[in-house]
């Protein structure tokens, strides 16, 4: 019998923890869910440590398991950049892309960019996963991620694509019933539309005055709806239920149509730019830096 490491283990690894459950990675795999276990545990045999937790409704890595999964991710990344590399045609970034954006702005506008990406690049399968919360840019889950705002994580690469504001914003007949804010401190007696999104602190909004030295003034805000989806809470302002701060990306064309109605205008809220962010081993990846180029100058042209 072979012991350690098959060169085949490390795919089914990756993809077994990547469905995050033996039923899952099968349906990925395209075997059985037994044929899933049988071989975790010969894989687990060979190399004489258990590789994985088991419970009856998820699993969880062991510590064997986690330097398991660090490595193989890396040596398949490896692989496939050496393949790209020895290529007649290595000027055709191919192999997997894993992205993560936010759910709202990775509906409305990454998923678009990834389909006129891979027209392009049809040789690139891109997975695309849209998450509330950001994975940790450590954790190495995905190739790239699309954040909002500068990560102060050294040990990442980001690259700017887009400006972008947020914008506080309320449809005119919310206005007319009930009256326009003249200072910050007039949002505390409106209905706020909140957003839960990320580690941003919930229901605190933070406003500086437009050419002044003023100190940023903190309010605390309050109102009867509250969601994890920007689009939802852009879709409720629009149907008059309140104040909401937003990103520019997402209501530049309904305060064109008025439809929506800036709001404190003389007002700066926190930027909220656009930046894809990725492991600094990935930065010689065509794959990598062709999606990187590529979203770049999607959002310059939508700029």
Known sequence: MSTGIQPTDLGFFVALVAGGSLSAAARELGISAAAVSKRLSQMEARLGVPLVNRTTRRMSLTPDGEVLLEHARRILGDIADLDQLLSASKGQPKGQLRVNATLGFGRLHIAPAISQYVLRYPEVDVQLQLSVKPPALTDDLFDVCIRFGEPGDT??????????RRLLCAAPKYLAAHGTPATPGDLARHNCICIRQGDEAYGTWRLRREGAAAAEETVKVRGNLTTNDGEIAVNWA?????????????????????RLVQVLPHYHTPDADIYAVYPQHQHQSARVRTLVEFLSQVFSAGA
């Open 155 to 164: 040990r990442v690469i980001a690259k700017k694509l887009a400006d972008n």
């Open 238 to 258: 629009l149907d008059g239920h309140g104040i909401l701060m937003r990103a520019e990306w997402d209501t530049q064309r309904f305060l064109e149509s008025g």
